[in-house]
T-cell receptor
């Protein structure tokens, strides 16, 4: 049981490049979310999903796309990277009922130059 | 989800109890209080949650006031490894679709 796995752990992009941050969980959780955390700041919700085929926007969705084709995977796509997207990105998953809430991955540190 | 208010920072001596307050005056009847913490730049870690009753687990205790408008997270014997940012979050427990973080309380445990 690996929990929530994020890849890559570090990434440097040039402005305008696109890339996909991967997130996978092996706990059969229905709910998954993506957050970003800027230096010295709290976590902000980008997109979330309540199940395969269902996604919705969070607090800061602009510049990001998501899809949820399987229960296990929830990739985050940066369409055209900008320096303002330099941040640490966390993926999280949760089951549907009351319980321990979300399990977080270890994060992806993204720098856009 | 209801908004929460926490002090930005607190200090605690190692070995003493750390009591972290949280105000959630607009909480609804079906909303739970969750506590998470983030150590340095790691992913947040679940600590404890509750609805009405006080709760205790191996990490901490959660005291919720009778009117549910505030709560306190208690770390009974704080250690240096408990230095972290602690987040109090109010959310619906069932069919919960998202978790919104506030600014949290930065707890510094000193020797």
């Amino acid at each position: 049981n690996a929990g929530v796995t994020q890849t890559p752990k570090f990434q440097v992009l040039k402005t305008g490049q696109s890339m996909t941050l991967q997130c996978a969980q092996d706990m059969n959780h229905e709910y998954m979310s993506w957050y970003r955390q800027d230096p010295g700041m709290g976590l902000r919700l980008i997109h979330y999903s309540v199940g395969a085929g269902i996604t919705d926007q969070g607090e800061v969705p602009n510049g990001y796309n998501v899809s949820r084709s399987t229960t296990e995977d929830f990739p985050l796509r940066l369409l055209s990277a900008a320096p303002s997207q330099t941040s640490v990105y966390f993926c999280a998953s949760s089951w549907t009922g009351e319980g321990e809430g979300y399990t977080f991955g270890s994060g992806t540190r993204l720098t856009v130059v | 989800d209801a908004k929460t208010t926490q002090p930005p920072s607190m200090d605690c001596a190692e070995g003493r109890a750390a009591n972290l307050p949280c105000n959630h005056s607009t909480i609804s009847g079906n909303e739970y209080v969750y506590w998470y913490r983030q150590i340095h730049s790691q992913g947040p870690q679940y600590i404890i949650h509750g609805l009405k009753n006080n709760e205790t687990n191996e990490m901490a205790s959660l005291i919720i006031t009778e009117d549910r408008k505030s709560s306190t997270l208690i770390l009974p014997h704080a250690t240096l490894r408990d230095t972290a940012v602690y987040y109090c979050i109010v959310r619906v427990g069932y069919n919960t679709d998202k978790l919104i973080f506030g600014t949290g309380t930065r707890l510094q445990v000193f020797p």
